[in-house]
């Protein structure tokens, strides 16, 4: 007898005789006979192996690769979903802890912002060129995770500051936002391929008319809020 840990496997061969089968692998095989199981084949058919238990209970054995993708990709899919969307999570507004401090770093990023882009305009020769490009960049980017969110509780959040849902479109930055994570980020194989014209005059544009709209709306949700900024 065997015990019930340990299973016999037939492979072919139908309805085993005194044993309930389960299915397994598949394969497919031509007419002829299998030796290993002692079936005639008739026909070009799909064979399958069997885990028997002689006392009666079924279990199932997958060695298809196929078989096993799936069901790795079954396993693997939900929790792949939950750590790609974890990225894109908007932590829940929370109050400035110090609003004066924090308005007065905001300030210095757009102040900053505006003064690279004027070095940009300039057309500098290496390496201050670069510089100015980078340092552009860079506030550009703080500014866009200031505007659209983040899952960090330290970082300052425009929805922290206001109580009315307000959106802020950057069209121009979404499609660019990974090049500049990718020249600022650290060095890369793609970085040659991102030596290109920035068009930063628009980039700037479009931040200043969201910067506009959160000092608008800020008036509005928090008078005493606004007047932190100048």
Partial sequence: MFARSQPLLLSGCFGARGATTAPGRTETVKRGYRSDTGCQINSVRTVQSYA????????????????????????????????????RNVRKPRRPPNPSEAARTLEYEFNMLGVAV??????????????????????????VGFFRGSSDRGDIL?????????????????????????????PSYSRGKRHRTWRYDAMYLELAANWRTFLKQLANDEPNYRKLFK
């Fill in 158 to 186: 425009a929805i922290d500051w206001l109580k009315t849902p307000t959106t802020f479109p950057l069209p121009i930055l979404d499609k660019t936002l990974s090049d500049i994570h990718k020249l600022l980020g650290h």
């Fill in 52 to 87: 028997v238990y002689p006392e009666g209970a079924e279990v199932c054995y997958s060695f298809s690769p196929r078989v096993r993708h799936n069901r790795t990709k079954a396993m693997l899919t939900p929790l792949l979903a939950r750590l790609r969307g974890r990225s």
């Fill in 118 to 143: 004027e070095e940009c305009r300039k057309q500098q020769p290496l390496p201050y060129g670069d510089m100015a490009l980078e340092a552009f960049l860079l506030h550009a980017r703080n500014l």
